[in-house]
Structure formats: C-alpha cells, structure tokens
C-alpha cells in the first residue's frame, strides 16, 4: 500500500507535495520521495524514511517547477531498499519520466520474465517498473497511448501518476481498487490518493477519478477519458476498514461515517449484554467504537492510550525484549478498567498475536471480563492488491473457528461483523461495488490462491507499491 500525490500548474509544486505527502504519511512509512518538472527537467529526492525527516527547505528549493508528483511507500518485509522507492524516475527513447504508483500488478512476475527474456535490464524488485519499461517500448505515436497500451497489459490493482517534462497523466485501473480523487487550488489540478492531502494544502476538492478513467494534464488543460472496457467495480473495502484516514471521503462516503457504521452494526449483530463500557484500540477501532457504545448504550471510555512516538516501522532492539512490542506502543488506564467487564472494539485480527497480547493487558489492569469485537468479518485470504497482509497461513481465520480464536486470544467472547453487516455499512449491502477477497476469497482478476483451485498464480514476492 501507498499514496501518492500530484500538482499541475503551481510555482510552489513541490512545497505542496510535501505537504500531500504528509497527509498521506498513513499509507506509507518506509520511503518517500518527490519528482518536479520546470519544463525541462525532471529533479528526484527520495530517502527511506519518514516524510518529514526526509525533506527541508534546502532540499525542496533543489526541486523546482511548476509540476511534481509524490509518493509514500509501504513497509513490506524484506524489500525495505532505496531502489524500491518511488516516484521511479528513468531516461528513455521519450524523453524523462516519472512514475508513482498505488496498488499491485498481479501478472508483473509474468510480464517481468517475458521482458527480462527480451533483454529488459531492470533496477529495482518493483512490479511498477514493469509499466515503465512496457512504455518504454510501445510504438504508439503519443505519450497517453504508450500509457495506455503499457496499461492495457497489465492485470491488478493501481492507481498510478506519470510526470514529464511536459504533462502529468493520471490513471485508475478499471476495477477501482485503490482511490485517487481529483482538486483544485489556486487554478492548479491536484491528485491524491485521499480528500485528507486536498483538505491540508486548502484545495477544493472536486471528484473521484472513476474506474478506468485517465486524466491528462497538460498546459491545455485537463483532458478525461476513460480508454478501457468497464468492468465490475472492485473497490478496496479494506480502505474503509482500515487504511484510509478516517476525516477522508472514500469512494464517495466519509470513511469516520462508515466506520462508525460498522461498530452500530457490530453491536446489533454481535451484543455484548451486561458489559460495562466500550473501549477501542486505537488508533484504528475508535470510530466504530464509538459507533457500538451508540447502538448499544454501553458508555465509551479511554481504556488504552497509544504512544504517538512508535512508529509501525518501530525496530525492536534484540529478539530476547521482542515482548515488549505491543506495550510500547499501547498503554492499560488501569482506572478505567479495574473491576470492568470491558468491550474492546478493533477493526481486524491478522495473525492474532497483537489481539492476544492486548487482551493480556486488559486483564493484567484489572478488566473482569473482555469481549472483543471486530469490525471486519474474519480475514482469512491475502490481498495481492497491494495491502500487506501475510501469507494464508499465517493468517489466524484460514483455519480456526471464532471459538478456537476466541481460546488463543483469551477473550471471554469475540464477535466479528457479518459481510452483509459491513457491505450495508459501506452503503453496499450486496457488495457488488466491492472487492472483498479477503474475506471472502473470490479474487476478482481470476483466482489466486495458491493451494487453492487456482487458474494463475500472482507473485506475492514481487515488491508491492
Ligand atoms: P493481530 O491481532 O492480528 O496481530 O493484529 C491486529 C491489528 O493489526 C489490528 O489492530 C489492525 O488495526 C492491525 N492491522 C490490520 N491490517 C494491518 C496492516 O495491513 N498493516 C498493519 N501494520 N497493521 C494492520
Ligand atoms: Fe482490499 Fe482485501 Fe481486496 Fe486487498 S483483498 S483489495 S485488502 S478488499
Ligand atoms: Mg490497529
């Protein structure tokens, strides 16, 4: 998972990405990086690490002009390198070229092998790199028909920015995966990939890009097309879960809104009677929280505080003090929970080792009882669109019961949100609209479970964007 950023038409291009980007910095710790454009050269700053620690005026005076694009990039284990950070920028027969990507390609081993047989030299693990090179190589006359060709070809999750001397294309895959929506400040276009970068630099925010739409900005003007066949939509349900910032507007909906949704359906689905209070792991479980104690009337309280100085890139010092991961970064008000027969809401179990070891802490502060209640149905398959989630078998719901997680988490219950329970909160019961996989394993570019009745094979080695 990433975000990405990108501004047409502004003297301060690359102040404001930085800017974007911090906004974004929830889709990404690992690196970071910026691209402008003066109209005639493309300047790079990319570093590992946070946005803010990365860039200073000093830095961002040696990128100037008019346009830039950025880029946040997620931790995924064992590629956490500098080549892999983005925006990628390269030389080719068309002249200079930056590209900034969210989202994963699930056929880019396959591509990656036919190119590399073909003689492709390729500098980084990146599935991204693959889009550049088949642009590089397309015969199409212009620019946003080398894209589209290039895109044409690729199966998977992005949404995905191009810079060059001269235009910034934008394209959104057909599914919709991932967001990317579209603003304005002070007569200059602006993309990002959440209403929260728009809101920080003051822009007007004006749409979502549509599924399969690709917008050209050029100093004509913005031009919108959309030159792929529809298909059904797949939009990330997950962003909604988790991922996006909660003061976004998502997919058209306010992601606080529907989260808070999902804790009112939680509590309708999945009650917890005689429970004294409702708390949340922050920071992901507080809207639907606050969302259960509503629709419930249990109060909502402060059970555990979150530390603001761990990062999730956090490096622990030696194996032998690992167990202390969890309480670095969360806190038991020992106050609030003496004696207490507590709910606490979160918005998913992966592994089940942090939900394990968070129940500990809440007996360990005195809590009587703890229900655990998730807002998500349990995860049993892995995203290969671009969030990191582990393998199947480490992910706890592949094969055990809610009862038998109930027992490894030692919750005296657990409940978790129904599909149904979640699409309605997301104001698609149906969930048509949505790509579900993984909770319901029905992958929407063709089957891709290993071990599983499988007709292709993604390559969950690949780095992701
Ligand atoms: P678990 O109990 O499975 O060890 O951890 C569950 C926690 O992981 C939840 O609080 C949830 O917010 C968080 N989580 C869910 N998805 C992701 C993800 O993609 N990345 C990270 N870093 N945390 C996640
Ligand atoms: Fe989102 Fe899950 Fe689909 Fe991945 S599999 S795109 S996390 S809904
Ligand atoms: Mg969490």
Redesign the pocket.
């Known amino acids: ?1 990433c975000g990405i950023f990108g501004i047409v038409g502004n003297p301060e291009a690359s102040n404001l990405t930085y800017l974007g980007l911090h906004a974004l910095q929830h889709r990404g710790q690992e690196s970071a990086g910026i691209v402008a454009s003066d109209g005639q050269d493309l300047r790079a700053h990319r570093e590992m690490g946070l946005v803010a620690d990365i860039f200073n005026a000093p830095v961002l005076e040696k990128l100037p002009g008019n346009a830039a694009i950025g880029h946040v990039r997620y931790s995924t284990a064992g590629v956490s390198q500098l080549k892999n950070a983005q925006p990628l920028t390269v030389e080719y027969v068309g002249g200079q070229l930056a590209v900034a990507h969210n989202g994963n390609l699930v056929n880019a081993q396959e591509l990656r092998t036919q190119l590399e047989a073909d003689g492709a030299i390729f500098q980084s693990d990146s599935d991204t790199e693959v889009v550049i090179h088949l642009i590089a190589r397309s015969k199409q006359p212009s620019f946003e028909q080398k894209v589209v060709e290039a895109l044409s070809k690729v199966k998977g999750a992005y949404s995905i920015l191009f810079l060059t001397d001269k235009k910034l294309v934008a394209v959104r895959d057909p599914n919709g995966f991932r967001p990317l929506v579209l603003g304005m400040v002070k007569n200059s276009w602006v993309l990002a990939s959440e209403t929260t970068a728009l809101d920080l630099i003051e822009a007007e925010y004006l749409r979502e890009l549509e599924a399969g739409e690709m917008v050209v900005i050029d100093e004509t003007g913005l031009h919108a097309s959309q030159p792929f066949p529809p298909t059904r939509l797949g939009r990330c349900i ?1 962003e909604h879960v ?2 996006a910032k909660p003061d976004s507007v998502l997919f058209g909906t306010s992601v606080y809104e529907t989260r808070k949704e999902m804790g009112r359906q939680l509590a309708k689905e999945q009650p917890a009677p005689g429970a004294d209070l409702v708390i949340a ?1 922050p920071d ?2 507080v809207a639907a929280a606050i969302g259960y104690a509503q629709a419930s009337g249990i109060p909502y309280d402060v059970g555990l505080i979150r530390s603001h100085y761990v990062g ?1 890139t956090f490096i622990e010092p030696q194996q032998s003090i690992r167990h202390f991961g969890v309480k670095l970064k969360l806190s038991a008000v020992r106050q609030v929970l003496k004696g207490k027969r507590v709910v606490v809401v ?11 070891k ?1 129940v500990k802490m809440l007996k360990a502060a005195g809590a009587l009882e703890v229900h655990l209640r998730i807002s998500s149905p349990p ?1 049993q398959w892995p995203c290969y669109y671009g ?3 582990p393998s199947r078998q480490e992910l ?1 719901a592949s094969s055990h019961s809610v009862e038998e997680i109930a027992r490894y ?1 030692t919750a005296d219950t657990l409940g978790y949100i129904s599909m149904e329970g979640l699409g309605s909160a997301v104001g698609d019961k149906e969930r048509t609209t949505f790509c579900t996989a993984c909770f319901s394993g029905k992958y929407l570019t063709g089957n891709l479970n290993p071990g599983a009745t499988s007709v292709s094979e993604s390559n969950p080695k690949l780095a992701t964007a």
């Open positions: 998972m997950f988790y991922f792991v992901s479980g999730r979160d918005d998913s179990i992966v592994r089940g080792t942090t939900s394990r968070i995860t969030i990191d989630t706890i988490v």
